[in-house]
Protein backbone atom coordinates (compact mmCIF):
# COMPACT_ATOMS: atom_id res chain seq x y z
CA UNK A 1 0.00 0.00 0.00
CA UNK A 2 1.30 3.46 -0.99
CA UNK A 3 0.68 6.35 1.14
CA UNK A 4 0.50 9.64 0.18
CA UNK A 5 0.64 12.67 1.46
CA UNK A 6 1.56 14.94 -1.64
CA UNK A 7 -1.84 15.49 -4.15
CA UNK A 8 1.22 16.13 -6.86
CA UNK A 9 2.35 12.50 -6.49
CA UNK A 10 -1.09 11.36 -6.63
CA UNK A 11 -2.18 13.29 -9.59
CA UNK A 12 1.14 11.51 -11.44
CA UNK A 13 0.32 8.27 -10.36
CA UNK A 14 -3.33 8.45 -11.14
CA UNK A 15 -2.61 9.36 -14.70
CA UNK A 16 0.11 6.45 -15.03
CA UNK A 17 -0.33 3.47 -12.69
CA UNK A 18 -3.61 3.77 -11.77
CA UNK A 19 -5.03 5.03 -14.90
CA UNK A 20 -7.39 2.26 -14.55
CA UNK A 21 -11.33 2.94 -15.01
CA UNK A 22 -11.98 0.53 -12.50
CA UNK A 23 -11.04 2.69 -9.51
CA UNK A 24 -12.92 2.65 -6.07
CA UNK A 25 -12.86 5.37 -3.06
CA UNK A 26 -13.41 5.37 -0.01
CA UNK A 27 -13.21 8.96 1.66
CA UNK A 28 -12.75 8.91 5.84
CA UNK A 29 -11.84 10.77 8.79
CA UNK A 30 -9.85 7.87 10.20
CA UNK A 31 -10.50 6.22 13.47
CA UNK A 32 -11.55 3.47 11.57
CA UNK A 33 -13.81 0.56 12.58
CA UNK A 34 -15.57 -1.89 11.33
CA UNK A 35 -17.98 0.59 9.30
CA UNK A 36 -14.79 1.67 7.31
CA UNK A 37 -13.77 -1.59 6.60
CA UNK A 38 -17.09 -3.16 5.09
CA UNK A 39 -16.66 0.16 2.41
CA UNK A 40 -13.45 -0.75 2.32
CA UNK A 41 -13.84 -4.62 0.98
CA UNK A 42 -16.67 -3.59 -1.00
CA UNK A 43 -14.86 -1.85 -2.65
CA UNK A 44 -11.60 -3.88 -2.85
CA UNK A 45 -13.80 -6.81 -4.25
CA UNK A 46 -15.65 -4.42 -6.69
CA UNK A 47 -12.83 -2.74 -8.61
CA UNK A 48 -9.21 -3.13 -10.00
CA UNK A 49 -7.49 -0.52 -7.22
CA UNK A 50 -9.05 1.09 -4.28
CA UNK A 51 -7.75 4.56 -3.12
CA UNK A 52 -8.86 5.39 1.03
CA UNK A 53 -8.30 8.74 1.77
CA UNK A 54 -8.19 9.94 6.12
CA UNK A 55 -8.54 13.23 6.18
CA UNK A 56 -10.16 14.93 9.10
CA UNK A 57 -12.26 17.86 7.49
CA UNK A 58 -12.28 20.86 9.65
CA UNK A 59 -14.81 22.89 7.82
CA UNK A 60 -17.37 20.29 8.54
CA UNK A 61 -17.19 20.80 12.47
CA UNK A 62 -18.89 23.70 14.13
CA UNK A 63 -17.95 22.60 17.17
CA UNK A 64 -13.77 22.94 17.76
CA UNK A 65 -14.15 20.67 20.97
CA UNK A 66 -15.53 17.75 18.36
CA UNK A 67 -12.60 18.46 16.14
CA UNK A 68 -9.92 18.49 18.61
CA UNK A 69 -11.37 15.07 21.27
CA UNK A 70 -11.52 13.34 17.35
CA UNK A 71 -9.79 9.87 18.11
CA UNK A 72 -6.28 9.63 16.02
CA UNK A 73 -5.62 6.13 15.36
CA UNK A 74 -3.47 6.55 12.50
CA UNK A 75 -0.89 3.86 13.20
CA UNK A 76 -3.67 1.50 13.33
CA UNK A 77 -5.38 2.55 10.67
CA UNK A 78 -2.82 2.14 8.20
CA UNK A 79 -2.07 -1.45 8.96
CA UNK A 80 -5.93 -2.55 8.59
CA UNK A 81 -6.12 -1.11 5.34
CA UNK A 82 -2.78 -2.85 4.01
CA UNK A 83 -4.14 -5.72 5.55
CA UNK A 84 -7.60 -5.08 3.67
CA UNK A 85 -5.78 -4.88 0.26
CA UNK A 86 -6.03 -1.23 -0.16
CA UNK A 87 -3.58 0.06 -2.97
CA UNK A 88 -3.20 3.67 -2.06
CA UNK A 89 -4.10 5.38 1.22
CA UNK A 90 -4.62 8.96 0.54
CA UNK A 91 -3.31 11.70 3.54
CA UNK A 92 -3.43 15.35 2.22
CA UNK A 93 -3.46 18.74 4.84
CA UNK A 94 -5.55 21.44 5.03
CA UNK A 95 -3.31 23.65 2.68
CA UNK A 96 -3.31 21.17 -0.34
CA UNK A 97 -6.91 20.37 0.14
CA UNK A 98 -8.08 24.28 0.78
CA UNK A 99 -5.71 26.36 -1.26
CA UNK A 100 -8.41 29.26 -1.25
CA UNK A 101 -8.32 28.49 2.44
CA UNK A 102 -12.12 27.67 2.17
CA UNK A 103 -13.22 31.01 0.60
CA UNK A 104 -15.29 28.62 -2.23
CA UNK A 105 -17.84 26.20 -0.98
CA UNK A 106 -20.61 23.20 -2.36
CA UNK A 107 -24.36 24.43 -0.91
CA UNK A 108 -27.19 22.45 -1.22
CA UNK A 109 -30.06 24.45 -0.05
CA UNK A 110 -33.29 22.71 0.85
CA UNK A 111 -32.53 19.14 2.20
CA UNK A 112 -28.88 20.34 3.64
CA UNK A 113 -30.97 22.80 5.97
CA UNK A 114 -33.11 19.46 8.11
CA UNK A 115 -31.98 17.62 10.40
CA UNK A 116 -27.95 17.38 11.00
CA UNK A 117 -27.81 20.48 9.15
CA UNK A 118 -30.32 22.36 10.96
CA UNK A 119 -28.35 21.77 14.15
CA UNK A 120 -24.58 21.98 12.80
CA UNK A 121 -24.85 25.20 10.71
CA UNK A 122 -22.61 24.88 8.13
CA UNK A 123 -21.81 21.17 8.66
CA UNK A 124 -22.69 19.83 4.93
CA UNK A 125 -21.11 22.93 2.96
CA UNK A 126 -17.86 21.74 4.54
CA UNK A 127 -19.16 17.47 4.01
CA UNK A 128 -19.69 19.11 -0.11
CA UNK A 129 -17.46 20.82 -0.26
CA UNK A 130 -14.21 17.99 0.30
CA UNK A 131 -16.10 15.24 -1.16
CA UNK A 132 -16.47 17.18 -4.29
CA UNK A 133 -12.26 18.25 -3.98
CA UNK A 134 -11.61 14.55 -3.26
CA UNK A 135 -13.61 13.06 -6.17
CA UNK A 136 -12.11 15.50 -8.78
CA UNK A 137 -8.18 14.58 -7.23
CA UNK A 138 -8.87 10.95 -7.21
CA UNK A 139 -11.70 10.30 -10.17
CA UNK A 140 -13.20 7.28 -8.79
CA UNK A 141 -15.41 4.87 -10.79
CA UNK A 142 -17.32 4.32 -7.75
CA UNK A 143 -17.25 5.90 -4.19
CA UNK A 144 -18.54 3.90 -1.25
CA UNK A 145 -20.53 5.78 1.87
CA UNK A 146 -22.24 4.51 4.27
CA UNK A 147 -25.89 4.25 5.17
CA UNK A 148 -25.08 5.38 9.04
CA UNK A 149 -24.72 9.01 7.34
CA UNK A 150 -27.79 8.64 5.57
CA UNK A 151 -28.57 12.44 5.26
CA UNK A 152 -25.33 12.82 3.91
CA UNK A 153 -25.14 10.03 1.13
CA UNK A 154 -28.57 11.53 -0.18
CA UNK A 155 -26.74 14.69 -0.17
CA UNK A 156 -23.52 13.67 -1.93
CA UNK A 157 -25.75 11.20 -4.61
CA UNK A 158 -27.55 14.83 -5.23
CA UNK A 159 -24.38 16.84 -5.88
CA UNK A 160 -23.04 14.10 -8.03
CA UNK A 161 -26.17 14.29 -9.86
CA UNK A 162 -26.74 18.02 -10.15
CA UNK A 163 -22.61 18.51 -10.97
CA UNK A 164 -22.84 15.64 -13.61
CA UNK A 165 -19.86 13.97 -12.16
CA UNK A 166 -18.49 10.85 -13.53
CA UNK A 167 -18.63 8.64 -10.31
CA UNK A 168 -21.25 6.18 -9.31
CA UNK A 169 -22.12 6.68 -5.32
CA UNK A 170 -22.61 3.56 -3.84
CA UNK A 171 -24.93 3.55 -0.90
CA UNK A 172 -23.41 0.58 1.96
CA UNK A 173 -25.32 -0.98 4.75
CA UNK A 174 -24.72 0.09 8.43
CA UNK A 175 -22.66 -2.82 10.23
CA UNK A 176 -23.70 -2.36 14.09
CA UNK A 177 -22.65 -4.21 17.45
CA UNK A 178 -23.83 -6.82 18.45
CA UNK A 179 -25.90 -5.02 20.57
CA UNK A 180 -27.59 -2.77 17.88
CA UNK A 181 -25.56 0.46 18.20
CA UNK A 182 -24.07 1.86 15.14
CA UNK A 183 -20.18 1.42 14.77
CA UNK A 184 -18.90 4.87 15.12
CA UNK A 185 -15.55 6.59 15.88
CA UNK A 186 -16.93 8.65 18.55
CA UNK A 187 -18.50 5.03 20.56
CA UNK A 188 -14.62 5.06 21.70
CA UNK A 189 -15.20 8.40 23.92
CA UNK A 190 -18.44 6.95 25.83
CA UNK A 191 -18.11 6.19 29.44
CA UNK A 192 -18.38 2.27 30.43
CA UNK A 193 -22.36 3.23 32.08
CA UNK A 194 -23.09 5.74 28.81
CA UNK A 195 -21.75 3.07 25.85
CA UNK A 196 -23.99 -0.13 28.14
CA UNK A 197 -26.82 2.77 27.56
CA UNK A 198 -26.05 3.24 23.74
CA UNK A 199 -27.64 0.39 22.47
CA UNK A 200 -30.89 1.69 23.67
CA UNK A 201 -30.76 4.51 21.10
CA UNK A 202 -31.54 1.89 17.98
CA UNK A 203 -33.82 -0.12 19.89
CA UNK A 204 -36.51 2.69 21.13
CA UNK A 205 -35.89 4.65 17.27
CA UNK A 206 -37.13 1.35 15.94
CA UNK A 207 -39.94 1.17 18.25
CA UNK A 208 -43.81 1.15 16.55
CA UNK A 209 -44.36 5.10 17.86
CA UNK A 210 -44.45 8.73 17.02
CA UNK A 211 -41.35 10.81 16.87
CA UNK A 212 -42.86 12.72 19.71
CA UNK A 213 -43.20 9.11 21.56
CA UNK A 214 -40.12 8.23 20.65
CA UNK A 215 -38.56 10.69 21.78
CA UNK A 216 -40.27 11.10 25.42
CA UNK A 217 -38.62 7.39 25.58
CA UNK A 218 -35.19 7.98 24.79
CA UNK A 219 -35.40 11.02 27.56
CA UNK A 220 -36.44 8.88 30.18
CA UNK A 221 -33.78 6.41 29.29
CA UNK A 222 -30.75 8.98 29.93
CA UNK A 223 -30.38 10.37 26.22
CA UNK A 224 -30.25 13.99 25.68
CA UNK A 225 -32.41 14.51 22.43
CA UNK A 226 -31.30 16.52 19.13
CA UNK A 227 -34.10 15.23 16.84
CA UNK A 228 -35.90 12.13 16.04
CA UNK A 229 -37.86 13.01 12.58
CA UNK A 230 -39.41 10.98 9.93
CA UNK A 231 -38.42 11.89 6.26
CA UNK A 232 -39.83 9.28 3.62
CA UNK A 233 -39.43 6.22 4.79
CA UNK A 234 -36.66 7.05 7.32
CA UNK A 235 -36.77 7.95 10.69
CA UNK A 236 -33.64 9.73 11.56
CA UNK A 237 -32.34 10.66 14.99
CA UNK A 238 -29.28 12.22 16.54
CA UNK A 239 -28.85 12.35 20.81
CA UNK A 240 -26.36 12.87 23.21
CA UNK A 241 -24.84 10.64 25.95
CA UNK A 242 -22.92 12.83 28.09
CA UNK A 243 -20.48 14.98 25.55
CA UNK A 244 -20.89 12.93 22.73
CA UNK A 245 -23.42 12.97 20.22
CA UNK A 246 -24.22 9.76 18.05
CA UNK A 247 -26.44 9.61 15.14
CA UNK A 248 -28.43 7.13 13.59
CA UNK A 249 -31.54 6.24 11.18
CA UNK A 250 -33.39 3.41 10.65
CA UNK A 251 -36.18 2.13 7.60
CA UNK A 252 -39.71 3.37 9.48
P1 LIG B 1 -16.28 9.18 8.58
O1 LIG B 1 -14.88 8.71 8.82
O2 LIG B 1 -17.11 9.30 9.79
O3 LIG B 1 -16.33 10.40 7.69
O4 LIG B 1 -16.98 8.02 7.73
C1 LIG B 1 -16.45 7.60 6.49
C2 LIG B 1 -17.48 6.74 5.80
O5 LIG B 1 -17.76 5.58 6.59
C3 LIG B 1 -18.82 7.46 5.59
O6 LIG B 1 -19.32 7.13 4.30
C4 LIG B 1 -19.69 6.86 6.68
O7 LIG B 1 -21.08 6.88 6.38
C5 LIG B 1 -19.15 5.45 6.73
N1 LIG B 1 -19.50 4.81 8.01
C6 LIG B 1 -19.24 5.29 9.25
N2 LIG B 1 -19.76 4.45 10.19
C7 LIG B 1 -20.37 3.44 9.53
C8 LIG B 1 -21.08 2.28 9.92
N3 LIG B 1 -21.27 1.97 11.19
N4 LIG B 1 -21.56 1.45 8.95
C9 LIG B 1 -21.36 1.74 7.64
N5 LIG B 1 -20.68 2.82 7.20
C10 LIG B 1 -20.19 3.67 8.12
Sequence with gaps: MRIINDLKIWEELRNTVYSSDSLGFVPTMGALHKGHLSLVHRSVTENDFTVVSIFLNPTQFDNADDLHEYPDTIVSDRSRLKKAGVDVLLCPDYDQLYPDNYTYKISETEFSKQLCGKHRPGHFDGVLTVVLKLINLVKPRRAYFGEKDHQQL????????????????????????????????????????????????????????????VIEKLQSAGFKVEYVEDIGNRRYGAVYLGEVRLIDNVYH
Design 154 to 213: KLVSGMVKAFFLDTEIVPCKTVREIDGLADSSRNSRLTPNNRKKAPLFYSILNMDLSPDK
